[in-house]
């Protein structure tokens, strides 16, 4: 193939890496490696290596996600705005995770405390990390 014929394949596979991210959302790393696949296409005229092209863009695709992975915001604990009960689904030990009843909806949930929490008991949902409720056993349960 010529350096054109090369061109167009790396601005069709930039291109498509791209639309695929808005279909199938990878967390912008289909989009960097789309990013990288466009840089090549502009540098095929000066490396007429497709095995250098492919190197390049591997290198330029593993430095890209790095950098969007930097820069994503990094999960963290959200509070709750106050103190709220919850039911327990299942037994967690303290650090296990389980599943509560928390405005009639079933949640994922960890044990935050240093008491185990049993099927049925009242716990108090101290904080959010994610979609995982941080709870704690209501020591206060009447």
């Known amino acids: 193939m010529t350096v054109t014929n090369w061109t167009g ?6 291109a498509l890496l791209c639309v695929m991210e808005l279909f199938v959302p990878t967390a912008f790393v289909e989009m960097a490696m789309g990013i990288s696949a466009l840089l ?12 250098v092209q492919i190197a390049l863009w591997m290198v330029l695709s593993v430095m890209a996600v790095y950098a969007v992975k930097r820069w994503m915001p990094q999960q963290r604990s959200l509070p709750i ?13 303290p650090g296990e995770t389980g599943r509560v009843l928390f405005e009639g909806n079933s949640w ?3 044990c935050e405390g240093d008491r185990p929490i049993r099927v049925h008991d009242r716990a108090i949902v101290v904080g959010r990390k994610g979609n995982t409720l941080l709870i704690m056993l209501d020591e206060f349960q009447g």
């Open 9 to 14: 394949l790396w601005l069709a596979i930039g």
């Open 40 to 51: 090549v296409a502009f540098c095929t005229p000066l490396i007429p290596s497709l095995n």
């Open 81 to 93: 705005d106050e103190e709220t009960e919850a039911e327990a689904l299942t037994a967690m030990e």
């Open 108 to 110: 994922r949930a960890k």
